[in-house]
Every structure is written in C-alpha cells, then in structure tokens.
C-alpha cells in the first residue's frame, strides 16, 4: 500500500544531490575501470566468459535434472557436478582477479561506492508513511492464539502473557475450534476489534468476520511463512511487536472470495493444490513439494480439467497450475518472487502455467530468473476484477492461503476493495524501495536528483 509523500527540507535535498554525484562518479570509475580490464587482459577475459556461460548452462542442466529424476545416486551425481562446476568458475576467476590486481580492485571499490552513494540518493524516493488514518484505541480487543503455528511460536515467546498484559482478551485455538464461530461469540460478547496469532492458514477465517461485522481486523505473525504479514509491512521475525496494532492507526485493504469463502493472499489450483494437500506435506514441505511437481513435469499427473477466460476472450483449458490472488504478486521476477508492492489496488491477478513438458516448464523458470516470463503459450498472467472456472467436475480440491480445502464448482472469483479494516503497529514504517542500482531508471532518478529537478 503506497503512501502520500512528504516534503523534504532544503537540507535534505542538498545531502540527496551530493549522494548523486558521488553515485555517478562511481558509477563512471566503475565503468573505467571494467572497459580497463578489458582492454589489458585480452584473450583471459575472453576466456573467462566463455567458461563462466558454459558452466552456467551445464550447472542449470544438472540442477534441473537433480530434481526431476527419481534415482537418489543420479541427484548426487548431478549435485556433485554442480559443485565441481562452481568451484571450477571460482578458481578462473580468482586466478584471473590476481592477475589483473589493481583493475579488480577498482572495480569492486568503484561498485561498493555506487550501491552505498546511490541508495543514499534515492532514499527520498520512498514514501514517508502509509495511507492510513488514526484510530480510536478498541476498548476490548480480541486475539485468537494458535499455539501450533510456527511449532509452537507463540509460546515460545509467551505471546499470551504478553498480549493480556495489553489488556487483550486471547483465547487459545483448541483442536475442533472453528476460528469464524469463535471470532462471531466474542464480537456478540462486546469485542470491537478481533486479532489473529497465527500463520496464512488461520488470518482468513477470522478476517471474514471483521468484514461482515465491520470490525477492525490485526494480524500477529505467529506462523511458519506468514506472507500475508509481510505484505502489510509487518516484521515477521519480531511477532510480539505486532501487538501494538491494538493501539495504532487503521488501514483499508482489498479482499479476494471465491464462492462465499475469503481469501487474503491467493486460492492455487492444480500442481500446487496438490502440494498442499499431500498428507505429508507439513511435516516434509520441500520433499512433498518435490515429489508432486516431478510427478507434474514428467506429464504423470493429469491437467487441471477447467476452462476460463482471459481478459481478451482467450479460453484457458487443462493448465498444471492455476493461481487466483488478491492483488498483484510479483512472479515475473525471481529476486522478488512471491512479494505484493500493494493491497489496495482493487484487483485480482491471474497467472495460468499450462507448460505441458518438463522443457517448456524449464523455459519458463529461466525466463522468471532474467525477468523475462511474458505471457506466452506456457504461461499467462493478467488482472481483472472477476473470474469465473468451470470444470466437468464437481468439486476441485484448492490451497486457500495455503491450507488445503475442497471448492465446488463453477468457481466465481472477485475482488472486494477495501472491505478489511486493518489495524498496524504506530511505529511501523514503510518498506524500502526496491533498489536496482544498474537500471536505466535508476540512472535517469540520479540523474534527475544530482541536477535538482527531482520531485520531493
């Protein structure tokens, strides 16, 4: 969620533009100094490109078939081969930074410089704070406490205590509870804001209630993942400083439902359904995620059997991996993967992989590992408000925020803005600014900066 921003001083101005030159003499010593190396080192360097491309591609082909072949000693075989390859690049280019010393060193000198001076002059850019408004403190808040997330986060760090210390009312999840029951009894009972400590699984259930009683909604990171906590701006490793969202400012966030169920992070059908629904997924995440997607790219599990459509009329049909989510993820990017930039922008994202081979799916990894995953005959993304999948069958099982559940069809999805009051920590403070130092768009903003035409 993007904030207003604020106006700097004059001295914050003058500080950013010094940043700026510096980062653009750095970024010019930087280049000196690589066309340098490369004018004096010749063949060597020539060499080392050619080594360091061929090892990457064989490195990629082992490591993709380290994960896609059933046999235990050809995964070690494959692992083995990465490490060797990896040492092997390591080694050239060690011997290659002795033998061209002083140019490396300024290389490395001139990058450091240009990352530390360029952040400092692109700070500004962020917002100074969210979109939010202040709140009157609920005089009986609520909080529901699952003291099995996070294998036992909660008490670990004696959330209970620490929250009716606050004057919090908590109750501890019980085996057979029903969290939406429970947080429509004590909202009856006079609670005016109703809180969850726990992961993804247990947020929406409760969250569903707040919208339907107009209550305010917080969410304590007290699970394993807690991908909803992050997007909020919340410090997933400090569970306890979340508490202090009963007495801070409120914010308005976008829902998602499918059927009459909501979900605040995404509803996945298909090979990723099927993760989440394997019996041994919470005890072994990675080797039953491992297990499920091998069985997928080797063509041994069906296609999901839905059909919709895109935005443009195109039918969709038998795609491996169908994800519905509330607001845009990044998933084009694979250093950002899986983020959300904002929960107010009143849409849902679509993204449909239908790679049909083990080959098609591996083109479309390496294109998300250069940022380049387009929409294409393997993969397609797009945002709309609303979507509905049918299917011949009358119920698919789906992961909504991550817990398994079975949905009957047809499927109806949609967005409903803002409807989540959201109450967040008063000393929570916006997240940095994605920072991509080498980007045309970051020269131009330093550019802009150093020569004072930056907007505040």
Not at 90 to 114: P, T
Not at 201 to 213: H, K, M, Q, T
Not at 306 to 323: A, I, K, R, S
Not at 407 to 415: A, D, G, V, Y
Request: charged residues 20%; glycine residues 10%; aromatic residues 6%.
């Amino acid at each position: 969620m993007r904030a207003d921003f604020t106006t700097p001083g004059r001295s914050v101005l003058a500080r950013r533009r010094a940043w700026a030159w510096m980062a653009l003499a750095a970024f010019a010593g930087l280049v000196i100094g690589i066309a340098a190396v490369v004018v004096l080192s010749g063949e060597s360097l020539i060499g080392l490109v050619l080594t360091g491309v061929l090892g990457l591609l064989l490195a990629a082909a082992a490591l993709w078939w380290a994960f896609t072949t059933r046999k235990v000693w050809k995964r070690w075989l494959n692992l083995a081969l990465i490490v060797l390859l990896v040492g092997a690049f390591v080694v050239d280019l060690v011997a290659f930074s002795l033998w061209n010393a002083a140019g490396m060193l300024a290389i490395v000198v001139a990058a450091l410089a240009y990352g530390l001076a360029s952040r400092r002059a692109l700070t500004g850019d962020a917002p100074a704070a969210r979109a939010e408004r202040s709140a009157t403190p609920p005089a009986r808040p609520w909080l529901l406490v699952n003291p099995r997330s996070g294998d036992g986060t909660a008490g670990r760090i004696g959330l209970v205590d620490r929250a009716r210390a606050r004057g919090v009312s908590v109750h501890e999840l019980a085996p057979g509870d029903d969290p939406a029951t429970l947080a429509r009894a004590a909202v009856a009972a006079g609670a005016d804001a109703v809180g969850v400590a726990g992961g993804d699984g247990s947020l929406g259930l409760v969250a569903a209630v707040a919208v339907e009683l107009d209550v305010p909604f917080v969410c304590v990171p007290a699970g394993t993942r807690n991908h909803f906590a992050h997007d909020l701006g919340l410090e997933r490793a400090d569970p306890l400083a979340a508490l202090g969202a009963f007495t801070g400012p409120e914010r308005r966030i976008d829902v998602g439902m499918v059927g009459d169920r909501m979900f605040l992070n995404n509803v996945s059908l298909g090979a990723y359904a099927d993760v989440v629904a394997d019996p041994g997924y919470r005890a072994r995440k990675l080797a039953t995620g491992q297990l499920v997607l091998q069985g997928a790219v080797r063509g041994e599990r069906a296609r999901l059997a839905v059909e919709f459509y895109d935005p443009e009329g195109l039918l969709h049909q038998e795609v491996l991996v169908l994800l519905v989510a509330n607001n845009k993820y990044q998933l084009q990017h694979a250093s950002q993967l899986g983020a959300r930039d904002r929960l107010d922008d009143g849409v849902l994202q679509v993204s449909a992989l239908r790679a049909r081979t083990g080959a098609a799916l591996a083109r479309v990894v390496a294109q998300a590992a250069f940022g380049r995953a387009g929409t294409g005959a393997a993969w397609a993304q797009w945002e709309t408000t609303a979507l509905r999948v049918d299917s011949k069958l009358p119920d698919l099982p789906a992961g909504v925020d991550g817990e398994a559940v079975v949905l009957s069809t047809p499927l109806e999805f949609r967005i409903l803005p803002r409807a989540l009051r959201v109450l967040v920590p008063g000393t929570l403070r916006p997240p940095a600014p994605k920072h991509r130092p080498l980007s045309l768009s970051a020269l131009r903003r330093l550019c802009a900066v150093a020569l004072g035409r930056a907007s505040a």
